[in-house]
């Protein structure tokens, strides 16, 4: 339940702090006790939740997402189904910019409601805290929406949201061939984010088509110099080497990285930097390569998973989902993916010391589980195994029952 102070890199990646015959002790929300049964002081009566043996775990974090945007892409799955590439989509008008489209029609209580449908199905799986990126305005305007929706969210929804800024999505028309000027001109939205304090990374997708590496390192070295620590999409379709630039930035993380050359992936050993890796991602794409996190591991990095819930290359919630994936396709192991996608995770959207643990002082984060073990989550795969999540101590899913819109102080 405890462990290794810290991220965990490579090897301590198998250090999950296990307990047997645990309990956890909660009060005005924090955790008071937890650690063995046998021994535990003797607390005040309160409610009593009997997990009947079943596995708890920390309330998990899902550290990539793109939570808020308007409409869906299902029109595309046809494109897909006749070898249309992702990007050949977005070349086209459609993909990203799609989606920017119906971002910029939707008033702002339009994409809460909708974003707050779509949390509440992510808490369902588990998670308490959830990063969430802008990156479907691409104008002052939609993108500062994006993240007001995004604030309101934090504020008024029971999970922890942790709010990035990815102006930096993809060129939309009005800028077409003008890649340098549509940056400045994101900069100088990035200035008014950082006055209203709505977020608190910088990313940009750096991909063939969108932003070049050079590009990307120049637009996060300023971001930087704003104050904003920086996040990536690194190498998700084409190997351009942005694994390397994200480490010589000193990204907080680095996503995707799937096309990570060896060179890239011995710099994430050596640096803070942690990969978010996204087999979701690689799933949807239907792609036959997945990101190499044995190497990753192996080279002793630090390894997160996150869902990337977007309407485009992975439409899903299911953390769990990404779980399974990371057991079959990254060949990575059960203790492994628990801290992807929990102490890991935390820490790559720099949250680190306050999620991921189910640790006293800490707030109470949990989940218990409908599974024997910690074995079995990553094994059983296609359905939730979430019996109850509670928020800082208070139950806001609980499976079966319809608790409607529960509010965590
Ligand atoms: O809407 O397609 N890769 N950005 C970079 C995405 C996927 C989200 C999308
Ligand atoms: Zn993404």
Same mark, same amino acid.
């Given at each position: 339940m405890d462990g290794k102070e810290g991220v965990r890199k490579g090897t301590d990646m198998m250090e999950v702090g296990l307990v047997e015959k645990a309990a956890v002790a909660i009060k005005g929300g924090k955790v008071i006790y937890a650690g063995p049964i046998d021994g535990a002081p003797q607390f005040e009566a309160g409610d009593k939740i009997d997990c009947k043996g079943q596995l708890v775990t920390p309330g998990l974090v899902d550290p990539?997402?793109?939570?808020?945007?308007?409409?869906?892409?299902?029109?595309?799955?046809?494109?897909?189904?006749?070898?249309?590439?992702?990007?050949?989509?977005?070349?086209?008008?459609?993909?990203?910019?799609?989606?920017?489209?119906a971002t910029r029609e939707a008033d702002e209580e339009v994409l809460y409601e909708k974003a707050h449908f779509?949390?509440?199905?992510?808490?369902?799986?588990?998670?308490?805290?959830?990063?969430?990126?802008?990156?479907?305005?691409?104008?002052?305007?939609?993108?500062?929406?994006?993240?007001?929706?995004?604030?309101?969210?934090?504020?008024?929804h029971p999970l922890n949201i942790v709010s990035t800024f990815l102006g930096a999505h993809a060129i939309p028309p009005e800028f077409k061939e003008r890649p340098e000027e549509f940056l400045n001109e994101m900069l100088r939205v990035l200035e008014m984010v950082k006055k209203e304090g709505l977020a608190q990374f910088a990313d940009i997708f750096c991909e063939t088509g969108v932003f070049t590496v050079e590009q990307s390192r120049e637009y996060l070295r300023k971001a930087k110099e704003?104050?904003?620590?920086?996040? $990536?999409?690194?190498?998700?379709?084409?190997?351009?080497?942005?694994?390397?630039?994200?480490?010589?930035?000193?990204?907080?993380?680095?996503?995707h990285l799937v096309g990570a050359s060896e060179k890239g992936i011995e710099k994430l050993g050596e640096s803070?930097?942690?990969?978010?890796?996204?087999?979701?991602?690689?799933?949807?794409?239907?792609?036959?390569?997945?990101?190499?996190?044995?190497? $990753?591991?192996?080279?002793?990095?630090a390894v997160a998973l996150a869902t990337d819930f977007n309407p485009g290359s992975s439409p899903t919630e299911n953390i769990q989902l990404i779980m399974n994936l990371a057991a079959l396709k990254l060949r990575m192991k059960p203790e492994e993916i628990?801290?992807?996608?929990?102490?890991?995770?935390?820490?790559?959207?720099?949250?680190?010391?306050?999620?991921?643990?189910?640790?006293?002082?800490?707030?109470?984060? $949990?989940? $218990?589980?409908?599974?024997?073990?910690?074995?079995?989550?990553?094994?059983?795969?296609?359905?939730?195994?979430?019996?109850?999540?509670?928020?800082?101590?208070t139950t806001v899913y609980k499976r079966g029952e319809q608790l409607g819109r529960v509010t965590v102080s």
């Open positions: 990539h997402t793109h939570l808020v945007f308007g409409g869906s892409r299902e029109h595309e799955l046809a494109l897909k189904q006749q070898g249309v590439p992702y990007l050949d989509i977005l070349k086209q008008g459609g993909g990203i910019l799609s989606t920017v489209n779509h949390l509440d199905r992510i808490m369902s799986y588990g998670v308490t805290t959830v990063e969430a990126k802008s990156g479907y305005g691409l104008d002052e305007s939609t993108e500062l929406k994006q993240l007001r929706v995004t604030k309101k969210l934090n504020e008024n704003m104050g904003f620590d920086v996040k $990536i999409h690194a190498d998700e379709i084409d190997p351009l080497g942005g694994t390397e630039m994200a480490c010589e930035v000193d990204a907080i993380s680095a996503d803070r930097t942690i990969a978010v890796l996204l087999p979701g991602t690689t799933f949807y794409l239907n792609k036959n390569e997945y990101a190499k996190a044995r190497e $990753i591991i192996e080279h002793n990095a628990w801290n992807a996608v929990t102490v890991n995770s935390a820490y790559s959207i720099g949250y680190g010391e306050h999620a991921g643990k189910i640790r006293e002082g800490r707030n109470a984060d $949990i989940v $218990i589980w409908d599974a024997p073990n910690y074995l079995y989550v990553p094994y059983h795969y296609g359905v939730n195994h979430v019996n109850t999540v509670l928020k800082s101590g």
